[in-house]
Structure formats: structure tokens, C-alpha cells
């Protein structure tokens, strides 16, 4: 079993930043995933980090202003996020499995969620 527990969101103004976090407990897991969900959306992985490689996936709507990252020190991957807009709004959502899924229900290990709103 692999627990999943996300902080760090809140709000902030358009072009501001926010840093989430995702501590990792339990057993090892392949690859960590961000998903994101805003109310009457579907939810959309927003990056993946393969630990095993270090490689990363970012979506066009965030590539160059989201970066995802680990501490293996501290079991913890985060999510770097810079230049926000009102459209990042949202429910975010880490998850673990041994791909990087792009469908949610894919991940078998995912966290409680942490809210972000971007105001303009």
C-alpha cells in the first residue's frame, strides 16, 4: 500500500505561484503523476515525473510554467507551479502507479486532494 497525502494549495492572484507537495509513505511506487479537476471538467493530468528515469510529461496547457519534481530525502514529490491563471483553478490530485497513465482511474494509489484558485 502506498499513501498519498497532497498540501500546499491555496489561493493566489493571476501570475502568482504556488508549490504543492505530495508525501509519499508505504510501499515503493513506479511513477507519481498530478491530475487537476475543475467543477464540470474532466479531470486532466497535469505532469508525470517516471522515477526511475527522472523523465517528466507536462500537457501544452502547462508546459513551461508547471515543473514537476522529488525529494527522495524526504519521500515527497512536488509540483512547481509559476505564472498562474484563472484557468488553473482547480482540485489537484497526486497519484502513483507503475505507468504514467493519462487516465485517473489508472493510478492505483491517489491522494485526498488539495484546492487551488487563481484569481484574476
Known amino acids: 500500500q502506498v499513501q498519498l497525502v497532497e498540501s500546499g494549495g491555496g489561493s493566489v492572484q493571476a501570475g502568482g505561484s504556488l508549490r504543492l507537495s505530495c508525501a509519499a509513505s508505504?510501499?515503493?511506487?513506479?511513477?507519481l503523476a498530478w491530475f487537476r479537476q475543475a467543477p464540470g471538467k474532466e479531470r486532466e493530468r497535469v505532469a508525470c515525473?517516471?522515477?526511475?528515469?527522472?523523465?517528466?510529461y507536462y500537457p501544452d496547457s502547462v508546459k513551461g510554467r508547471f515543473t514537476i519534481s522529488r525529494d527522495n530525502a524526504k519521500n515527497t514529490v512536488y509540483l512547481e507551479m509559476n505564472n498562474l491563471k484563472p484557468e488553473d483553478t482547480a482540485m489537484y490530485y497526486c497519484?502513483?502507479?507503475?505507468?504514467?497513465?493519462?487516465?485517473?482511474?489508472?493510478?492505483?494509489?491517489r491522494g485526498q486532494g488539495t484546492q487551488v484558485t487563481v484569481s484574476s
Open positions: 508505504g510501499d515503493t511506487y513506479g511513477n
Open positions: 515525473l517516471y522515477l526511475s528515469t527522472g523523465s517528466t
Open positions: 497519484a502513483a502507479a507503475r505507468a504514467c497513465f493519462a487516465r485517473y482511474s489508472d493510478y492505483q494509489y
